[in-house]
C-alpha cells in the first residue's frame, strides 16, 4: 500500500468518527433534586388518594382473594363516594431518607393476628404477595379537547407467595412500611392448594419516588415514578444473614432501629453483616457457644439465646433470661464442662457483651 493510500484511509476513519450528527450523540439527565421531586411526587400521590376511592375489599378468609383491594376513580361530579384521603383506613408514616423527611401514606386494611403474628424488623424476611403499580398523569385526546387523569399503571403482580424476600435487599419504602403490619397464621392441608392463610397483615402502600427506584428506569417502570403497592403479610421470618447464631433483628447494638449504623470494629461491614462482630479474630458464632459443648460427640454444639422472657428448665445450667454473658470465670468442671462460677456480668443489661467485646475470647479453642 502506498502512502497516499494509507494516508487517505486515516482520513477517512478520522472523518467518519468524528461527523456523526448532535442527533446521534447521547445525553444525560443530571438527577433531580430530592426535595423538588418529593415535592412533585407528594403532589401528583394527594392527588390521587382525593380523586379515588375503595370500591370494594374482599372478606375471604381461607381464599386466596381474602383482603384483595380495588381502588377505583370516583366519576365527575359524584360527591357521595369517599376517597382515600378520607377513609378511616388511611395512615401516614413520616421517613427520613437522603436529609428530607418523606409523608408516606399507607392504608391498613388489616394489621395482621395480634397475638401469634410477628412484625418484621429492617433484615427480616417476609412471605407476601402484591400487586405494584406506578402513577402517571395520562392524556387523552377526543377531537380538539386533550384532558389529562391520574391513573395507576401495573407493573407487576404476584398473588400467590413461594418464597420469602430479605427486606434488607429491597426498596426503601418496603423497609419502612412492612414492619407496621403483622404476619398471620399458615395451615397446611391437602389438595391442589394445601395452603391456607388467615389473619395475615395487608395493606396499600403510596411511595414517592426516592422510596422506590427514583431515577433509575426499570424495565416496565419509567424513573421518578411514585409507586403504589397492594401486599398481604403473610408470615415472617428472622434471619440470621451473616450466620453468627445472633438473630439479625439483635444486631442493632445501638437499639435505634437501623441497622446500618451498627459496626463495633470499625471494619466497615454492619453487625449483621459480619461474622466476627468486635474484629478479636475469633467468630462471633463461637464467642457465644454455651460453655462445655462442642466438647466431645456427648456435648453438642449450642449457643446462648439473646435473651428470653423465662428459663427453660429442659436447659440445667442455662439461664435464658439472661443472654450473653461478658465472660467466664472460674475453673472448668471435668463431669460436666461447665464452669463451676457464674460468668461475670451475665445479669446486667448495659454489660458488653463477650461477642462485641475483643478482650474476651471462646472458652475453648
Known amino acids: 500500500m502506498n502512502k497516499f493510500k494509507f494516508y487517505f484511509i486515516v482520513l477517512c476513519t478520522v472523518f467518519t468518527l468524528f461527523s456523526c450528527s448532535k442527533a446521534d450523540q447521547v445525553t444525560y439527565e443530571p438527577v433531580r433534586e430530592y426535595a423538588t421531586q418529593y415535592a412533585a411526587d407528594l403532589a401528583t400521590i394527594e392527588d390521587y388518594l382525593k380523586t379515588y376511592y375503595i370500591e370494594q375489599i374482599i372478606n375471604n378468609p381461607g381464599a386466596i382473594d381474602d383482603q384483595d383491594i380495588k381502588i377505583t376513580k370516583i366519576p365527575e361530579g359524584n360527591t357521595s363516594l369517599v376517597a382515600l384521603w378520607d377513609s378511616p383506613l388511611l395512615r401516614f408514616k413520616e421517613v427520613v431518607y437522603k436529609d428530607l423527611t418523606y409523608k408516606v401514606y399507607y392504608l391498613q386494611l388489616r394489621e395482621g393476628d395480634a397475638v401469634n403474628g410477628k412484625s418484621p424488623c429492617r433484615v427480616d424476611e417476609v412471605l407476601t404477595s402484591y400487586d405494584g403499580s406506578y402513577l402517571q398523569y395520562v392524556d387523552t385526546v377526543v377531537g380538539t379537547t386533550t384532558s389529562t387523569e391520574l391513573k395507576a399503571k401495573r407493573f407487576d403482580y404476584f398473588q400467590i407467595p413461594s418464597f420469602f424476600i430479605r427486606l434488607d435487599q429491597v426498596i426503601t419504602g418496603w423497609i419502612e412500611i412492612f414492619p407496621l403490619f403483622k404476619g398471620g397464621s399458615i395451615a397446611v392441608g391437602q389438595g391442589s392448594n394445601p395452603t391456607t392463610y388467615n389473619d395475615f397483615g395487608a395493606g396499600v402502600m403510596f411511595l414517592p419516588s426516592a422510596l422506590g427506584y427514583y431515577n433509575a428506569t426499570q424495565t416496565n417502570i419509567p424513573s421518578y415514578s411514585p409507586l403504589v403497592f397492594s401486599f398481604k403479610l403473610f408470615d415472617v421470618k428472622r434471619a440470621d444473614q451473616d450466620g453468627d447464631g445472633i438473630l439479625s433483628k439483635d444486631e442493632d447494638t445501638n437499639q435505634d432501629g437501623v441497622f446500618t449504623n451498627d459496626d463495633t470494629d470499625g471494619d466497615g461491614t454492619q453487625n449483621y453483616l459480619d461474622a466476627d462482630d468486635d474484629g478479636d479474630g475469633y467468630l462471633t458464632k463461637t464467642e457465644i457457644t454455651v460453655p462445655g459443648t462442642g466438647v466431645g460427640t456427648a456435648f453438642p454444639t449450642a449457643y446462648y439465646p439473646y435473651g428470653a422472657a423465662t428459663d427453660d428448665p ?34 446486667d443489661p448495659l454489660r458488653l457483651r463477650r461477642h462485641l467485646d475483643p478482650t474476651t475470647f471462646p472458652p475453648f479453642q
Open 314 to 347: 429442659a436447659t440445667p445450667g442455662i439461664d435464658e433470661r439472661y443472654g450473653i454473658p461478658r465472660k467466664f470465670t472460674g475453673p472448668i468442671d471435668a463431669a460436666t464442662q461447665l464452669h463451676t462460677s457464674i460468668p461475670e456480668d451475665f445479669t
